[in-house]
């Protein structure tokens, strides 16, 4: 399961480091790019999440997760023959269809699997498939398309995702369930009661704050590197997956098993790990983007890129609480809906209008100040999260429901 998330995150980070030579290609512009990255991929994502989660909760969740990994694969490999801006934000939609059925269903089934003691961990081992899949997605994206082209990084990840799907479908198994019939709920059953819970929608709500500025800085940092400290593409692979690597896993780890020490205390510690982690991410994000140098800024975005996906573990398992276990997949794809919708929709093509819209007066900073003034919403996602520890006390549903 761990394989099939670095794959999803694989087929997403690729865009970011490829931006450069796809947009001289396609003569795209930041905010075509943006559009690309962002709502082609996040509408069709967060919308489908919700009725695959469903079919997972009501069927077998290892097969809704291997039909998926079969899926994203096969439109990554279309991106790969995309020639104009409308092919390449279509293949990405059907990129979007096949990854929205692989991580809810995937959270439910691990929350089946390890009890709440060890859930968070379990959860944030998981989750190590972003910092990897990032990082990985870098590394192979740049060496790549300047060893052969920007299409032959997409023909590879998505021939190597068509091979993995049977053998996630092999290896990994359901726990058994109640039947359909006597215990599973209906989709109109689980969002109006995860509605009624302020901590779903606060949780949900600070967490797209920080997607929006996550995802938007995963795609644009690469090309901040390279017009602003003139890097060329391999080097700023090398140098942007070696924060994500280091600091990305070192930070998820860090979550969880934080999560699960103190969150055993007070369930409170959910919430408030995230909280304290965004509020250093903002001033370091923007401290190392405007470093006068790479020596400079290496030390200081290792730190946000540690911080900044914390949350994974301690948040994803405080959702999997608010609802009983025959509805946690849904549950998981309502937050994702969210978190998604906004996150994903949102930032990319956020930080590509900026920049287009200060080109003129900036030119080839222009991006760099665009990412810099994103970092705010990392500062709204905090104070929203400092609001649900009282609420998540309270809204927290045991296993034995």
């Excluded at 997403?12 to 480091?17: A, D, H, K, M």
């Excluded at 001033?283 to 994974?312: D, K, Q, R």
Aim: aromatic share 12%; proline share 6%.
């Amino acid at each position: 399961m761990l394989l099939a998330y670095i794959f999803n995150f694989l087929d997403r980070q690729i865009l970011g480091i490829l931006a450069p030579p796809i947009q001289d290609d396609l003569k795209l512009s930041d905010t075509d790019w943006g559009l690309i990255s962002g709502p082609a991929f996040a509408i069709l994502y967060a919308v489908l999440a919700v009725p695959l989660a469903y079919l997972a909760d009501r069927t077998s969740r290892s097969t809704v997760i291997a039909a998926a990994i079969a899926a994203w694969s096969a439109f990554t490999a279309l991106c790969g023959i995309a020639v104009s801006f409308w092919q390449l934000f279509l293949f990405r939609m059907g990129v979007a269809i096949g990854e929205a059925g692989g991580v809810a269903p995937s959270y439910a089934l691990l929350a089946d699997y390890f009890p709440p003691a060890r859930r968070a961990r379990a959860l944030a081992i998981y989750s190590l498939g972003v910092p990897l899949g990032l990082a990985g997605g870098t590394l192979i994206g740049a060496y790549l398309a300047s060893y052969i082209d920007w299409r032959a990084a997409f023909l590879v990840m998505g021939i190597a995702g068509l091979l993995l799907a049977p053998i996630v479908k092999y290896f990994v198994r359901d726990l058994p369930r109640p039947a359909p019939a006597s215990g599973a709920a209906s989709l109109m059953q689980v969002f109006p009661l995860v509605a009624r819970k302020p901590t779903f929608w606060l949780m949900a709500f600070a967490a797209s704050m920080s997607s929006l500025c996550g995802y938007g800085l995963a795609l644009w940092t690469p090309s901040v590197l390279i017009r602003s400290y003139h890097l060329n593409l391999i080097e700023t692979g090398n140098f942007f997956a070696s924060l994500l690597l280091i600091g990305g896993c070192t930070g998820v780890l860090m979550g969880g098993l934080l999560a699960d020490r103190l969150g055993a205390l007070d369930r409170g510690w959910y919430a408030r790990l995230p909280a304290i982690a965004w509020l250093i991410t903002a001033p370091m994000f923007v401290a190392g983007l405007l470093a006068p140098s790479l020596w400079i800024a290496w030390p200081l975005l290792l730190i946000p890129n540690a911080l900044n996906i914390l949350w994974l573990g301690p948040v994803t398992t405080a959702v999997q609480h608010l609802v009983p276990r025959r509805m946690r997949a849904t549950a998981s794809a309502s937050f994702l809906l969210i978190n998604n919708l906004i996150g994903l929709g949102i930032g990319p093509l956020l930080i590509g209008s900026i920049s287009d819209a200060l080109k003129t007066s900036y030119g080839a900073e222009s991006l760099r100040y665009a990412a810099v003034g994103c970092t705010g919403f990392y500062v709204l996602a905090a104070l929203l999260m400092l609001f649900a520890i009282k609420r998540l006390r309270t809204d927290w549903v045991d296993d034995q429901s």
